[in-house]
């Protein structure tokens, strides 16, 4: 009995490949196997080590994006800044701004500080109209 390519049954592997053919792939580059011939290969080196074993560490994905707007000047030092640190924007950004909101000794930003006078104002203005 054979199958359709007049092989042998018994010299068919499972991936179509003749037995006789599957010899031959182990000299072969890669590049130059079929698409048979390069399946087979794997099928029989499924065993085999891949290379060393490498520590690795999962960290929590990052799911929330923040946008803001900054003038060019100041998007440039943050760039320079960020690759004097020899590392990505992202990460310095988070490193810089997670730094100031842990701080307290970094002053708020100009707006909060209206802000905050603002909210002052205001409640000195209910006390007066108290009196």
Not at 38 to 44: I, S, Y
Not at 49 to 69: A, Q, Y
Request: zero cysteines; aromatic letters at 4%; glycine letters at 4%.
């Amino acid at each position: 009995m054979s199958d359709i390519t007049g092989w042998p049954l018994s010299a068919v592997t499972l991936l179509g490949v003749p037995k006789s053919k599957a010899a031959t792939t182990e000299s072969k580059h890669p590049d130059e196997m079929s698409d048979a011939e390069l399946a087979e290969h794997h099928w029989q080196h499924r065993e085999d080590e891949l290379g060393e074993e490498v520590d690795f560490e999962i960290v929590k994905p990052l799911r929330v994006t923040m946008s803001f707007r900054l003038p060019a000047e100041e998007a440039d030092a943050i760039r320079e800044a960020a690759a004097a640190a020899g590392t990505s924007l992202s990460e310095w950004i988070r490193w810089a701004t997670m730094r100031a909101a842990r701080d307290t000794d970094v002053p708020p930003p100009r707006h909060a500080a209206i802000s905050r006078a603002r909210e002052l104002l205001s409640q000195a203005e209910d006390e007066l109209g108290r009196v």
